[in-house]
């Protein structure tokens, strides 16, 4: 018989879960090999970032929304190497390096695991000059803060309220709304107002307090009101909005019923995608690492972003 180390492996190694429930529910192990499909790709994971609705999912909170077969390997943000391509995906090659925001219609394989089936949809080219943990940080927030920007209408000379600033898309929408000339007023815990001032936003406590300080800064009202932190933001809506603005919430329907503005839900974009990943490439977006951990200590990166204060992004590597 052949030594143990030289036997062909043809699983792959993955942190599942196989009931709802909380992080003691996940556990690395070996899965067989993903299959591969007609319009995808398989990609060998480098770094994986997390994000909350991959724990949400986890939880079961989202079912009725989003259908998961278990057992489920969590995890949409991806980067890493094309290992075999699809029947018809001419767009890629094996040895291509890319990054997806990777969300298929049913959760079961994320990128929490060696290897990942990737839509070719979801998935674009990593620059050089961005490395593989970046491009893992960067798909699902970047993409949701870029989405919310748009549907926002903020433009060049808007004054922006962003609730939520310091985490994952937070971060992110400071420098995008930045970016196309808005001046930005961001709410973060104490700790991180050096680091919103960093980012180019005017950082304000959040809780009480929140509407005179707000006030003090833009007398006049906000143009526009990004909510990416939920719970009681959107209650001062009302005292800080100007008549005409306009509020988009990632996590507030109040956003949509009640003020008239926009519930966004981030969709796979590659072009946008390609576009974010250019202007980290480039120096004009800044990919902030809270930590990183090895695959066998994923569930500490999960205990780490469940407690709901990360600044930037957590990352895995695989
Ligand atoms: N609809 C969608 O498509 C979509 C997409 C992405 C995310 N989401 C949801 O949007 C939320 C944010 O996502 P994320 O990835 O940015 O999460 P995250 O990175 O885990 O957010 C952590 C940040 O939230 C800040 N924070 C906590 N409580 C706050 C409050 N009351 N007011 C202002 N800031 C507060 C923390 O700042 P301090 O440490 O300073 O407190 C920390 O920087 C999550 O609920 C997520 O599930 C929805």
Do not use: C
């Not at 992080?23 to 990609?43: A, F, N, Q, Y």
């Not at 906000?222 to 005409?244: E, N, Q, R, W, Y």
């Amino acid at each position: 018989m052949r030594p143990a180390a030289r036997r062909l492996r043809l699983g792959m190694k993955a942190l599942v879960y196989r009931d709802f429930g909380g992080s003691d529910r996940l556990e690395l192990t070996d899965l067989p090999e993903p299959h591969i499909g007609p319009d995808t790709l398989v990609v060998r994971v480098v770094a994986a970032g997390i994000n909350p609705v991959d724990y949400k999912v986890r939880e079961g909170y989202l079912r009725g929304l989003i259908d998961t077969s278990l057992p489920a390997v969590p995890g949409w943000d991806v980067a890493g190497v094309v290992e075999k391509t699809g029947l018809d995906t001419p767009e890629f090659a094996v040895g291509d390096e890319v990054l997806a925001y990777a969300r298929a219609d049913v959760v079961q394989h994320g990128s929490l695991a060696e290897l990942m089936p990737v839509p070719v949809r979801t998935a674009t080219r990593k620059p050089d000059g961005i490395s593989f943990e970046q491009a893992a940080a960067l798909p699902l927030t970047g993409l949701t803060a870029l989405q919310s920007i748009e549907r926002s209408g903020l433009g060049d000379g808007s004054t922006v309220l962003i609730h939520g600033a310091a985490g994952g898309v937070g971060s992110f929408a400071v420098q995008l709304a930045s970016l196309r000339g808005a001046r930005v007023v961001g709410t973060a815990s104490e700790r991180n107002h050096d680091y919103l001032r960093d980012l180019g936003a005017e950082p304000i406590a959040y809780g009480e307090g929140l509407v005179d300080a707000a006030t003090a800064l833009a007398p006049e009202g906000f143009d526009v009101i990004l909510d990416f932190a939920g719970g009681s933001s959107l209650d001062s809506t009302g005292a800080l909005l100007k008549a005409g603005g306009r509020v988009v919430s990632i996590a507030d329907p109040r956003a949509r019923t009640e003020f008239g503005g926009e519930y966004v839900w981030v969709r796979p974009d590659p072009a946008q995608l390609g576009e974010l990943a250019q202007l980290v490439a480039d120096g004009a977006l800044r990919v902030e690492l809270a930590a990183t951990y090895p695959l066998d200590e994923a569930v500490a990166a999960f205990a780490q972003l469940e407690e709901g204060h990360t600044r930037g992004k957590i990352v895995v590597t695989v």
